[in-house]
Protein backbone atom coordinates (compact mmCIF):
# COMPACT_ATOMS: atom_id res chain seq x y z
CA UNK A 1 0.00 0.00 0.00
CA UNK A 2 1.57 3.40 -1.01
CA UNK A 3 0.70 6.31 0.96
CA UNK A 4 1.69 9.69 0.98
CA UNK A 5 2.64 10.79 4.60
CA UNK A 6 3.70 13.87 5.04
CA UNK A 7 2.02 17.32 3.12
CA UNK A 8 0.65 20.58 3.85
CA UNK A 9 -2.79 21.95 3.21
CA UNK A 10 -3.27 25.73 2.40
CA UNK A 11 -6.80 25.51 4.75
CA UNK A 12 -4.76 24.73 7.96
CA UNK A 13 -0.90 25.25 6.76
CA UNK A 14 0.11 29.35 5.98
CA UNK A 15 3.11 27.91 3.68
CA UNK A 16 1.00 25.89 1.53
CA UNK A 17 -0.54 26.97 -1.90
CA UNK A 18 -2.77 23.83 -2.04
CA UNK A 19 -6.37 23.29 -1.27
CA UNK A 20 -6.71 19.77 0.26
CA UNK A 21 -9.17 18.18 -2.60
CA UNK A 22 -6.14 19.20 -4.53
CA UNK A 23 -3.66 16.94 -3.04
CA UNK A 24 -5.99 13.82 -2.77
CA UNK A 25 -6.65 14.64 -6.42
CA UNK A 26 -3.13 15.08 -7.09
CA UNK A 27 -2.28 11.57 -5.02
CA UNK A 28 -4.96 9.48 -6.55
CA UNK A 29 -4.01 10.28 -10.11
CA UNK A 30 -0.59 8.93 -9.05
CA UNK A 31 -1.88 5.78 -8.47
CA UNK A 32 -1.13 6.00 -4.69
CA UNK A 33 -4.01 4.20 -2.16
CA UNK A 34 -3.91 7.13 0.57
CA UNK A 35 -3.15 10.39 2.12
CA UNK A 36 -2.33 11.90 5.66
CA UNK A 37 -2.57 15.37 6.07
CA UNK A 38 0.54 16.50 8.25
CA UNK A 39 -0.72 20.36 8.66
CA UNK A 40 1.23 22.40 11.49
CA UNK A 41 -0.22 21.90 14.77
CA UNK A 42 -4.02 20.86 13.62
CA UNK A 43 -5.61 17.93 13.19
CA UNK A 44 -8.37 16.92 10.97
CA UNK A 45 -11.59 15.86 12.49
CA UNK A 46 -13.63 13.36 10.56
CA UNK A 47 -16.51 15.51 9.18
CA UNK A 48 -13.84 17.73 7.37
CA UNK A 49 -12.34 14.91 6.17
CA UNK A 50 -15.58 13.55 4.65
CA UNK A 51 -15.93 16.71 2.96
CA UNK A 52 -12.78 16.26 1.54
CA UNK A 53 -13.65 13.15 -0.06
CA UNK A 54 -16.66 14.31 -1.24
CA UNK A 55 -15.11 17.20 -2.69
CA UNK A 56 -12.32 15.71 -4.25
CA UNK A 57 -14.72 12.49 -6.13
CA UNK A 58 -12.55 9.60 -4.97
CA UNK A 59 -13.63 6.42 -4.58
CA UNK A 60 -14.00 4.76 -1.05
CA UNK A 61 -11.38 2.81 -0.95
CA UNK A 62 -8.88 5.71 -1.06
CA UNK A 63 -7.93 6.12 2.40
CA UNK A 64 -7.59 9.94 3.62
CA UNK A 65 -6.16 10.35 7.10
CA UNK A 66 -5.05 13.15 9.44
CA UNK A 67 -1.89 13.24 11.60
CA UNK A 68 0.06 16.85 12.49
CA UNK A 69 3.65 17.74 11.87
CA UNK A 70 4.72 19.19 15.60
CA UNK A 71 8.22 21.17 16.24
CA UNK A 72 9.45 19.47 19.49
CA UNK A 73 12.58 21.01 21.56
CA UNK A 74 14.90 17.89 21.17
CA UNK A 75 14.63 17.02 17.19
CA UNK A 76 12.50 20.08 15.64
CA UNK A 77 9.28 18.93 13.33
CA UNK A 78 8.05 15.66 14.07
CA UNK A 79 5.25 14.05 12.11
CA UNK A 80 2.79 12.27 14.87
CA UNK A 81 -0.01 9.79 13.62
CA UNK A 82 -2.16 8.93 16.32
CA UNK A 83 -2.68 12.00 18.63
CA UNK A 84 -6.09 12.31 19.03
CA UNK A 85 -6.10 16.14 20.17
CA UNK A 86 -3.75 19.14 18.29
CA UNK A 87 -0.70 19.71 19.89
CA UNK A 88 1.01 23.55 21.04
CA UNK A 89 4.14 24.21 19.49
CA UNK A 90 7.15 23.03 21.86
CA UNK A 91 5.82 20.05 23.07
CA UNK A 92 8.63 17.70 24.33
CA UNK A 93 8.39 13.94 22.74
CA UNK A 94 8.39 12.86 26.25
CA UNK A 95 5.00 14.48 26.67
CA UNK A 96 3.77 13.27 23.51
CA UNK A 97 4.86 9.87 23.99
CA UNK A 98 3.45 10.03 27.90
CA UNK A 99 -0.08 11.51 26.52
CA UNK A 100 -0.77 8.75 23.36
CA UNK A 101 1.47 5.99 23.85
CA UNK A 102 -0.17 4.32 20.69
CA UNK A 103 0.74 7.47 18.62
CA UNK A 104 3.69 6.84 15.89
CA UNK A 105 6.14 9.51 15.98
CA UNK A 106 8.57 10.06 12.92
CA UNK A 107 11.75 13.02 12.67
CA UNK A 108 10.69 15.08 9.81
CA UNK A 109 12.95 15.97 7.01
CA UNK A 110 16.60 15.65 9.49
CA UNK A 111 19.06 16.34 6.25
CA UNK A 112 17.80 19.25 5.44
CA UNK A 113 20.38 22.12 5.44
CA UNK A 114 22.97 19.59 5.19
CA UNK A 115 22.48 18.39 8.66
CA UNK A 116 23.87 14.32 9.56
CA UNK A 117 22.48 13.36 12.05
CA UNK A 118 24.02 11.27 14.81
CA UNK A 119 23.06 7.75 14.82
CA UNK A 120 21.77 7.79 18.59
CA UNK A 121 19.11 10.30 17.51
CA UNK A 122 18.16 7.99 14.18
CA UNK A 123 17.69 5.25 16.92
CA UNK A 124 15.90 7.17 19.88
CA UNK A 125 13.53 5.68 22.07
CA UNK A 126 11.28 9.15 21.34
CA UNK A 127 10.76 8.27 17.84
CA UNK A 128 9.57 5.36 16.11
CA UNK A 129 10.79 6.27 12.40
CA UNK A 130 12.88 8.07 10.28
CA UNK A 131 12.14 10.17 6.81
CA UNK A 132 14.92 9.86 4.58
CA UNK A 133 13.41 10.78 1.38
CA UNK A 134 11.96 14.64 1.51
CA UNK A 135 11.46 16.39 -1.34
CA UNK A 136 13.33 19.68 1.36
CA UNK A 137 15.84 17.60 0.95
CA UNK A 138 18.51 17.54 -1.09
CA UNK A 139 19.59 14.80 -3.58
CA UNK A 140 23.00 14.27 -1.87
CA UNK A 141 20.86 14.78 1.80
CA UNK A 142 18.41 11.99 0.10
CA UNK A 143 21.53 9.80 -0.23
CA UNK A 144 22.94 10.27 3.04
CA UNK A 145 19.51 9.09 4.15
CA UNK A 146 19.00 6.22 2.14
CA UNK A 147 23.25 5.59 3.62
CA UNK A 148 22.19 5.67 7.26
CA UNK A 149 18.91 3.74 6.75
CA UNK A 150 20.95 0.95 5.13
CA UNK A 151 24.11 1.28 7.96
CA UNK A 152 21.39 1.65 11.13
CA UNK A 153 18.82 -0.35 10.38
CA UNK A 154 15.94 1.93 12.05
CA UNK A 155 12.64 2.48 10.25
CA UNK A 156 12.40 4.65 7.60
CA UNK A 157 9.67 6.48 5.57
CA UNK A 158 9.56 8.76 2.82
CA UNK A 159 7.27 11.90 2.56
CA UNK A 160 6.77 14.43 -0.24
CA UNK A 161 6.27 17.41 2.51
CA UNK A 162 4.15 18.74 -0.15
CA UNK A 163 3.00 22.56 0.02
CA UNK A 164 2.23 22.74 -3.81
CA UNK A 165 0.32 20.66 -6.27
CA UNK A 166 2.73 19.86 -8.88
CA UNK A 167 4.77 17.41 -6.50
CA UNK A 168 2.30 15.43 -4.32
CA UNK A 169 2.75 12.02 -3.94
CA UNK A 170 6.52 11.90 -5.15
CA UNK A 171 7.85 10.53 -2.16
CA UNK A 172 5.55 7.76 -1.01
CA UNK A 173 6.27 5.55 1.56
CA UNK A 174 5.39 1.86 1.14
CA UNK A 175 3.01 -0.74 4.16
CA UNK A 176 3.53 -3.66 3.97
CA UNK A 177 -0.45 -4.25 4.63
CA UNK A 178 -3.66 -2.25 3.94
CA UNK A 179 -4.15 -0.17 6.56
CA UNK A 180 -8.13 2.06 6.66
CA UNK A 181 -7.53 4.02 10.35
CA UNK A 182 -4.82 6.13 11.86
CA UNK A 183 -4.34 3.89 14.48
CA UNK A 184 -3.52 0.90 12.02
CA UNK A 185 -1.05 3.54 10.17
CA UNK A 186 0.71 4.25 13.47
CA UNK A 187 1.01 0.50 14.68
CA UNK A 188 2.31 -0.66 11.22
CA UNK A 189 4.96 2.49 11.80
CA UNK A 190 5.60 1.34 15.43
CA UNK A 191 6.20 -2.26 14.45
CA UNK A 192 8.86 -1.42 11.23
CA UNK A 193 6.42 -2.37 8.43
CA UNK A 194 6.53 0.08 6.21
CA UNK A 195 9.82 1.31 4.45
CA UNK A 196 10.62 3.78 1.56
CA UNK A 197 9.06 3.53 -1.46
CA UNK A 198 12.42 3.11 -4.28
CA UNK A 199 13.69 0.87 -6.67
CA UNK A 200 17.24 -0.50 -5.85
CA UNK A 201 18.90 -2.35 -8.82
CA UNK A 202 22.77 -3.93 -7.86
CA UNK A 203 25.57 -4.27 -10.45
CA UNK A 204 28.28 -5.75 -8.96
CA UNK A 205 31.52 -5.72 -10.81
CA UNK A 206 35.06 -7.25 -9.36
CA UNK A 207 36.24 -4.05 -7.43
CA UNK A 208 33.42 -2.52 -6.90
CA UNK A 209 29.47 -2.54 -6.25
CA UNK A 210 27.53 -0.45 -8.27
CA UNK A 211 23.44 0.44 -7.28
CA UNK A 212 21.15 1.93 -9.32
CA UNK A 213 18.48 4.16 -6.97
CA UNK A 214 14.93 5.12 -8.30
CA UNK A 215 12.66 7.06 -5.57
CA UNK A 216 9.43 7.53 -5.56
CA UNK A 217 6.56 7.51 -7.92
CA UNK A 218 6.41 9.33 -11.48
CA UNK A 219 5.39 11.87 -12.06
CA UNK A 220 3.68 13.65 -14.74
CA UNK A 221 7.06 14.05 -17.05
CA UNK A 222 7.81 10.60 -15.36
CA UNK A 223 10.39 12.52 -13.34
CA UNK A 224 12.35 10.73 -10.05
CA UNK A 225 15.55 11.60 -8.61
CA UNK A 226 18.02 8.87 -9.80
CA UNK A 227 21.02 8.31 -7.81
CA UNK A 228 24.00 5.89 -8.58
CA UNK A 229 26.08 4.16 -5.54
CA UNK A 230 29.02 2.92 -6.13
CA UNK A 231 31.31 1.26 -3.15
CA UNK A 232 34.86 0.61 -4.38
CA UNK A 233 36.51 -2.57 -2.81
CA UNK A 234 39.88 -2.26 -4.22
CA UNK A 235 42.27 0.46 -3.64
CA UNK A 236 43.78 0.89 -6.81
CA UNK A 237 40.11 0.89 -8.04
CA UNK A 238 39.08 3.56 -5.57
CA UNK A 239 41.51 6.15 -6.81
CA UNK A 240 40.66 5.74 -10.49
CA UNK A 241 37.24 6.19 -9.82
CA UNK A 242 37.61 9.10 -7.67
CA UNK A 243 39.66 10.66 -10.28
CA UNK A 244 36.80 9.79 -12.63
CA UNK A 245 34.31 11.63 -10.15
CA UNK A 246 36.67 14.62 -9.57
CA UNK A 247 36.66 15.35 -13.65
CA UNK A 248 33.00 15.26 -14.05
CA UNK A 249 32.93 17.57 -10.79
CA UNK A 250 34.69 19.90 -13.29
CA UNK A 251 32.95 19.42 -15.67
CA UNK A 252 29.20 19.85 -14.52
CA UNK A 253 30.19 23.05 -13.96
CA UNK A 254 31.41 24.04 -17.38
CA UNK A 255 27.62 23.95 -18.08
CA UNK A 256 27.41 20.35 -18.03
CA UNK A 257 25.20 20.04 -14.88
CA UNK A 258 21.87 20.58 -17.10
CA UNK A 259 20.20 21.09 -20.50
CA UNK A 260 21.00 19.73 -23.44
CA UNK A 261 24.75 18.87 -22.93
CA UNK A 262 25.42 16.96 -19.51
CA UNK A 263 27.32 14.46 -17.30
CA UNK A 264 26.12 12.66 -14.70
CA UNK A 265 26.50 15.58 -11.52
CA UNK A 266 28.54 14.02 -8.75
CA UNK A 267 26.93 14.59 -5.57
CA UNK A 268 29.19 13.07 -2.87
CA UNK A 269 31.82 10.65 -2.01
CA UNK A 270 33.06 8.93 1.19
CA UNK A 271 37.09 7.95 1.22
CA UNK A 272 36.51 6.06 4.62
CA UNK A 273 34.51 3.62 3.02
CA UNK A 274 35.54 4.51 -0.99
CA UNK A 275 31.62 5.39 -1.69
CA UNK A 276 30.82 7.69 -4.69
CA UNK A 277 27.30 8.55 -5.46
CA UNK A 278 26.41 10.62 -8.41
CA UNK A 279 22.86 11.73 -10.18
CA UNK A 280 21.50 8.62 -12.10
CA UNK A 281 20.60 9.33 -15.80
CA UNK A 282 16.94 8.69 -17.44
CA UNK A 283 17.85 6.98 -20.65
CA UNK A 284 19.30 4.80 -22.90
CA UNK A 285 22.90 4.71 -24.25
CA UNK A 286 23.23 5.70 -28.10
CA UNK A 287 23.88 2.33 -29.06
CA UNK A 288 20.45 0.87 -27.53
CA UNK A 289 18.73 3.92 -29.27
CA UNK A 290 20.05 3.44 -32.22
CA UNK A 291 19.18 -0.15 -32.81
CA UNK A 292 15.00 0.85 -32.46
CA UNK A 293 15.35 4.59 -33.69
CA UNK A 294 13.87 5.81 -36.88
CA UNK A 295 16.37 7.71 -39.48
CA UNK A 296 15.13 10.84 -38.34
CA UNK A 297 15.73 11.19 -34.59
CA UNK A 298 18.82 8.47 -35.02
CA UNK A 299 20.33 11.36 -36.91
CA UNK A 300 19.24 13.27 -34.41
CA UNK A 301 21.09 11.30 -31.61
CA UNK A 302 24.34 10.79 -33.57
CA UNK A 303 24.64 15.14 -34.46
CA UNK A 304 24.19 15.19 -30.82
CA UNK A 305 26.89 13.19 -29.93
CA UNK A 306 28.98 14.98 -32.11
CA UNK A 307 27.76 18.37 -30.24
CA UNK A 308 28.48 17.01 -26.70
CA UNK A 309 32.19 15.97 -27.75
CA UNK A 310 32.77 19.34 -29.78
CA UNK A 311 31.65 21.29 -26.45
CA UNK A 312 33.59 19.54 -24.52
CA UNK A 313 36.68 20.48 -26.25
CA UNK A 314 35.70 23.65 -26.88
CA UNK A 315 36.49 24.53 -22.82
CA UNK A 316 39.73 23.38 -23.35
CA UNK A 317 39.95 22.71 -19.88
CA UNK A 318 43.32 21.15 -18.65
CA UNK A 319 42.05 19.44 -15.65
CA UNK A 320 44.77 16.40 -14.98
CA UNK A 321 48.16 17.03 -15.59
CA UNK A 322 49.06 17.23 -19.52
CA UNK A 323 51.97 14.83 -18.83
CA UNK A 324 49.70 11.88 -18.11
CA UNK A 325 48.65 11.06 -21.73
CA UNK A 326 51.73 9.75 -23.08
CA UNK A 327 53.36 8.41 -20.10
CA UNK A 328 49.93 6.27 -19.57
CA UNK A 329 49.81 5.39 -23.71
CA UNK A 330 53.14 3.92 -23.20
CA UNK A 331 51.88 1.25 -20.73
CA UNK A 332 48.49 0.75 -22.46
CA UNK A 333 49.92 0.21 -26.23
CA UNK A 334 52.50 -2.13 -24.67
CA UNK A 335 49.79 -4.04 -22.87
CA UNK A 336 48.28 -4.24 -26.30
CA UNK A 337 50.80 -5.94 -27.66
CA UNK A 338 51.65 -8.25 -24.76
CA UNK A 339 47.93 -9.77 -25.61
CA UNK A 340 49.60 -10.86 -29.01
CA UNK A 341 53.20 -11.90 -27.60
CA UNK A 342 51.89 -13.90 -25.20
CA UNK A 343 49.96 -15.97 -26.59
CA UNK A 344 52.50 -15.99 -30.08
CA UNK A 345 49.66 -15.01 -32.08
CA UNK A 346 50.44 -15.10 -36.10
CA UNK A 347 49.58 -11.34 -37.04
CA UNK A 348 51.88 -10.53 -33.96
CA UNK A 349 54.86 -9.06 -36.98
CA UNK A 350 51.63 -6.73 -38.24
CA UNK A 351 50.37 -5.68 -34.69
CA UNK A 352 53.70 -4.55 -33.84
CA UNK A 353 54.33 -2.40 -36.80
CA UNK A 354 50.52 -0.66 -36.08
CA UNK A 355 51.54 0.33 -32.65
CA UNK A 356 55.13 1.57 -32.93
CA UNK A 357 53.72 3.90 -36.16
CA UNK A 358 50.49 4.63 -33.28
CA UNK A 359 53.10 5.39 -30.60
CA UNK A 360 55.64 7.62 -32.63
CA UNK A 361 52.38 9.55 -34.21
CA UNK A 362 51.53 10.02 -30.41
CA UNK A 363 54.65 11.94 -30.09
CA UNK A 364 54.91 13.65 -32.82
CA UNK A 365 51.34 14.86 -32.19
CA UNK A 366 52.35 15.76 -28.50
CA UNK A 367 55.29 17.42 -29.69
CA UNK A 368 53.47 19.71 -32.31
CA UNK A 369 50.82 20.31 -30.85
CA UNK A 370 50.94 19.74 -26.77
CA UNK A 371 49.44 23.14 -26.35
CA UNK A 372 46.34 22.69 -27.75
CA UNK A 373 45.72 19.16 -26.47
CA UNK A 374 42.64 19.48 -24.22
CA UNK A 375 40.69 17.35 -21.46
CA UNK A 376 39.12 14.67 -23.57
CA UNK A 377 36.77 12.12 -22.51
CA UNK A 378 39.19 8.88 -23.71
CA UNK A 379 36.44 6.62 -24.09
CA UNK A 380 33.73 8.15 -26.33
CA UNK A 381 31.93 5.25 -27.87
CA UNK A 382 28.09 4.91 -28.24
CA UNK A 383 27.41 2.38 -25.13
CA UNK A 384 29.39 5.57 -22.68
CA UNK A 385 27.13 8.31 -24.18
CA UNK A 386 23.20 8.15 -22.95
CA UNK A 387 20.15 9.83 -25.07
CA UNK A 388 17.26 10.86 -22.70
CA UNK A 389 14.11 13.36 -22.84
CA UNK A 390 13.29 15.40 -19.45
CA UNK A 391 9.57 15.35 -20.94
CA UNK A 392 7.94 12.72 -23.15
CA UNK A 393 5.82 14.73 -24.69
CA UNK A 394 8.49 17.58 -25.49
CA UNK A 395 11.13 16.60 -28.15
CA UNK A 396 12.88 20.04 -27.34
CA UNK A 397 13.92 18.50 -23.83
CA UNK A 398 16.08 15.67 -25.56
CA UNK A 399 19.73 15.45 -23.70
CA UNK A 400 22.81 13.66 -24.35
CA UNK A 401 25.35 12.85 -21.45
CA UNK A 402 28.35 11.36 -21.22
CA UNK A 403 29.83 8.45 -18.95
CA UNK A 404 32.59 6.84 -17.95
CA UNK A 405 35.67 9.44 -17.46
CA UNK A 406 38.13 6.90 -15.98
CA UNK A 407 40.21 7.11 -19.37
CA UNK A 408 39.94 10.99 -19.37
CA UNK A 409 43.42 12.71 -20.04
CA UNK A 410 44.26 16.32 -21.48
CA UNK A 411 45.07 14.71 -24.89
CA UNK A 412 44.32 15.47 -28.79
CA UNK A 413 41.02 16.22 -29.93
CA UNK A 414 41.50 13.98 -32.48
CA UNK A 415 41.65 11.44 -30.23
CA UNK A 416 38.36 10.94 -29.07
CA UNK A 417 36.46 11.47 -32.63
CA UNK A 418 38.95 8.64 -33.53
CA UNK A 419 37.54 6.75 -30.73
CA UNK A 420 34.24 6.78 -31.65
CA UNK A 421 34.50 6.39 -34.97
CA UNK A 422 36.51 3.07 -34.70
CA UNK A 423 33.82 2.11 -31.69
CA UNK A 424 30.71 2.80 -33.57
CA UNK A 425 32.09 0.87 -36.54
CA UNK A 426 32.93 -2.24 -34.05
CA UNK A 427 29.71 -2.26 -32.16
CA UNK A 428 27.72 -2.18 -35.24
CA UNK A 429 29.38 -4.12 -37.55
CA UNK A 430 26.81 -6.94 -37.03
CA UNK A 431 24.35 -4.34 -37.53
CA UNK A 432 25.32 -3.05 -41.40
CA UNK A 433 21.82 -1.03 -41.71
CA UNK A 434 23.02 1.09 -39.03
CA UNK A 435 26.23 1.84 -40.61
CA UNK A 436 24.29 2.19 -44.36
CA UNK A 437 22.35 4.74 -42.67
CA UNK A 438 24.46 6.57 -39.76
CA UNK A 439 27.75 6.92 -42.46
CA UNK A 440 30.55 7.71 -40.02
CA UNK A 441 30.51 11.97 -41.97
CA UNK A 442 27.59 12.55 -40.27
CA UNK A 443 29.66 12.32 -36.87
CA UNK A 444 32.55 13.82 -38.25
CA UNK A 445 30.65 16.78 -40.26
CA UNK A 446 28.80 17.74 -37.02
CA UNK A 447 31.69 17.88 -34.86
CA UNK A 448 33.75 20.36 -37.04
CA UNK A 449 30.86 22.23 -37.52
CA UNK A 450 30.49 23.12 -33.75
CA UNK A 451 34.00 22.74 -33.18
CA UNK A 452 35.56 26.19 -32.51
CA UNK A 453 38.85 25.21 -34.15
CA UNK A 454 41.14 22.62 -35.15
CA UNK A 455 44.67 21.74 -36.14
CA UNK A 456 45.27 21.84 -40.26
CA UNK A 457 46.40 18.44 -39.95
CA UNK A 458 43.18 16.92 -37.95
CA UNK A 459 41.64 14.71 -39.96
CA UNK A 460 45.22 12.85 -40.67
CA UNK A 461 45.10 12.22 -36.73
CA UNK A 462 41.92 10.94 -36.46
CA UNK A 463 42.92 8.02 -38.87
CA UNK A 464 45.74 7.97 -36.43
CA UNK A 465 43.63 7.56 -33.27
CA UNK A 466 41.05 5.33 -35.26
CA UNK A 467 44.01 2.69 -35.87
CA UNK A 468 44.75 3.22 -31.77
CA UNK A 469 41.60 2.58 -31.23
CA UNK A 470 41.15 -0.51 -33.45
CA UNK A 471 44.09 -1.96 -31.30
CA UNK A 472 42.81 -1.38 -28.34
CA UNK A 473 39.57 -3.83 -29.65
CA UNK A 474 41.85 -6.67 -31.15
CA UNK A 475 43.54 -6.44 -27.66
CA UNK A 476 40.15 -6.98 -26.01
CA UNK A 477 39.65 -9.44 -28.71
CA UNK A 478 42.43 -11.89 -27.78
CA UNK A 479 41.12 -11.59 -23.73
CA UNK A 480 37.76 -12.59 -24.12
CA UNK A 481 39.09 -15.90 -26.63
CA UNK A 482 38.33 -14.43 -29.87
CA UNK A 483 41.96 -13.88 -31.33
CA UNK A 484 41.57 -16.19 -34.11
CA UNK A 485 38.42 -14.66 -34.76
CA UNK A 486 37.12 -12.99 -38.12
CA UNK A 487 37.17 -10.32 -36.45
CA UNK A 488 40.02 -9.82 -34.61
CA UNK A 489 41.56 -9.84 -38.30
CA UNK A 490 39.02 -7.23 -39.71
CA UNK A 491 40.29 -4.52 -36.97
CA UNK A 492 43.93 -5.43 -37.55
CA UNK A 493 43.23 -4.84 -41.66
CA UNK A 494 41.62 -0.90 -41.25
CA UNK A 495 44.03 -0.25 -38.43
CA UNK A 496 46.76 -0.66 -40.98
CA UNK A 497 44.95 0.96 -43.29
CA UNK A 498 44.13 4.01 -41.05
CA UNK A 499 47.77 4.04 -41.04
CA UNK A 500 48.43 3.58 -44.74
CA UNK A 501 46.20 7.09 -44.82
CA UNK A 502 49.32 8.77 -42.82
Not at 123 to 149: A, C, P, Y
Not at 264 to 282: C, F, N, V, Y
Not at 380 to 399: C, V, W
Request: hydrophobic share 40%; proline share 4%; aromatic share 8%.
Amino acid sequence: MLVEMHCHSEEHSPCSAVSAVELVRQVFAKNLQGIVFTDHHYLWDEDELRGVRRASEVPDHFMILSGQEVWTPELGDVLVYGATEALPQGTPLAEVRGRFPEAALVWAHPYRKGKRPAPENLKSTLIDGVEVFNSGHTVRENSMGLQDWHRERFTALAGTDTHGGSYAGLYPTHFDHTVRTIQELALEIRNGRCRPFLKEIPHAGANSQVIEVTIGTKGLDEVRERIIIKEISNVHKWRSAERAFRIMDAIAQQGFDGGTYRVPKPIDEDPASMTLIEQGLRGKSLFDKLLTADDEDGREYVIMAAEWLARLHGCCLRITPAGEFLDKEASRLERYLERFTEMHHRQTRKAREIIDAVRAGETAIAREHGEVMVQGHGDYHPKNIFMGQDSLENRATRFVAAIDFESSYVLPRAFDVGCFLAQFRNQFFGHQHILQRYPEELFLDAYLRSAETVETDFLRQVELFRARTNMSIAAYLIKVGLGDSEDLWRVLVEAERAISHL
